[in-house]
């Protein structure tokens, strides 16, 4: 049992590069979130998917795109990234498929270093 | 707008001495407040939640966390701290978006904790 797994563990790309960040539990989870963690301001919520076929926006969704491809696989891409998308980028998953029972854990992979030059 | 504030950035303690974390957060409604931990290169791991009943919650690693609500705080606690818990300590509320559908948790900027043999 992985629980979260991310790939890659650290990327570089040049302004104006695409690429996408791959994130996939065998936990058999419904909902799936990716975040970004810049130093001195915790972690953001980019985009989210309560269950399987449904994403939807977060807090800084600007940039960015999801597929949840699968019940298992949810992967965040960027179309033309820019050096204000350097973070590292975590991707996170919780049993509950949506719904307000916001006590659920939710369990978080071990992240992609992102640099944009 | 829900916060949540981590006074201390860094903080260094003697292995075997006592730690306390602090954690204050600014929530209209009852919290569902959490601790994780960030070991260097590592995802966030759970260390405890509180979501309802006894104040003083306990969590894995020897850690425990007391809510107060009278000062809208969540501090960590370890009676003996050592090597092995250098990291960075996050504080997060759980809330969930009615506008969005979506649960979220709202973090902290984190402590970062040095252990000094």
């Known amino acids: 049992n992985a629980g979260v797994t991310q790939t890659p563990k650290f990327q570089v790309l040049k302004t104006g590069q695409s690429m996408t960040l791959q994130c996939a539990q065998d936990m058999n989870h419904n909902s799936m979130y990716w975040y970004r963690q810049d130093p001195g301001m915790g972690l953001r919520l980019i985009y989210y998917?309560?269950?399987?076929?449904?994403?939807d926006k977060g807090e800084v969704p600007n940039g960015y795109n999801v597929s949840r491809l699968n019940k298992r696989e949810f992967s965040l891409r960027l179309e033309s990234a820019a050096p204000s998308q350097t973070s590292v980028y975590f991707c996170?998953?919780?049993?509950?498929?949506?719904?307000?029972?916001?006590?659920?854990?939710?369990?978080f992979g071990p992240g992609t270093r992102l640099l944009v030059l | 707008a829900q916060s949540v504030t981590q006074p201390d950035i860094h903080i260094t303690v003697s292995e075997g001495a006592s730690l306390e974390l602090r954690c204050n957060y600014s929530y209209g409604a009852t919290p569902y407040l959490f601790w994780y931990v960030q070991s260097p290169g590592q995802g966030l791991q759970l260390l405890l939640k509180y979501f309802s009943g006894d104040t003083l919650v306990q969590g894995i690693k020897g850690f425990e966390a007391e809510f107060k609500r009278s000062q809208s705080s969540f501090n960590l606690r370890k009676p003996s701290v050592h090597w092995s818990d250098a990291a960075e300590y996050f504080c997060a509320v759980g809330r969930f978006s009615w506008a969005g559908g979506y649960n979220k948790l709202i973090f902290g900027a984190g402590t970062r904790l040095a252990v000094h043999p």
């Open positions: 996170a998953s919780r049993r509950l498929a949506g719904g307000p029972k916001v006590e659920e854990t939710q369990y």
């Open positions: 998917s309560a269950s399987e076929g449904t994403t």
